[in-house]
């Protein structure tokens, strides 16, 4: 069993920068390849950005790709998401997955444990 709890989101301005955390209580936290989603009021959950377990290959959607960076401290059991130039549609509730497969997924249905989530709300 896996539990994962975020931490760091608030209200930031248009341009601004924040960095989410995401702590795992888990034996091995390097077996498991993790992903950053996010869902905005009325709308789907969707895919963020993902790591590997070890190599730190990772993978972003096009929306924050040069904007947010994923990063791991496996000997920390935490996961970090910086996230820099934020607009307004960034704004959502920022949650951590984990996955025991061994590549990452930007699929939500791959994933197996999932943390509570953070608000990250950025004003106009």
């Known amino acids: 069993q896996v539990q994962l709890v975020e931490s760091g989101g608030g209200l930031v301005q248009t341009g601004g920068s924040v960095t989410v955390s995401c702590a795992a209580s888990?034996?091995?936290?390097?077996?498991?390849?993790m992903g950053w989603f996010r869902q905005a009021p009325g709308k789907k959950r969707e895919f963020v950005v993902a790591?590997?377990?070890?190599?730190?290959?990772?993978t972003y959607a096009d929306s924050v790709k040069g904007r947010f960076t994923i990063s791991r401290d496996n000997a920390k059991n935490t996961l970090y998401l910086q996230m820099n130039n934020l607009k307004p549609e960034d704004t959502a509730v920022y949650y951590c997955?984990?996955?025991?497969?061994?590549?990452?997924?930007?699929?939500?249905?791959?994933?197996?444990?999932w943390g509570q989530g953070t608000q990250v709300s950025v004003s106009s």
């Open positions: 790591i590997s377990r070890i190599n730190n290959d990772s």
């Open positions: 997955a984990a996955t025991a497969r061994a590549v990452f997924s930007i699929s939500d249905t791959m994933y197996d444990y």
């Open positions: 888990v034996r091995t936290f390097n077996n498991y390849a």
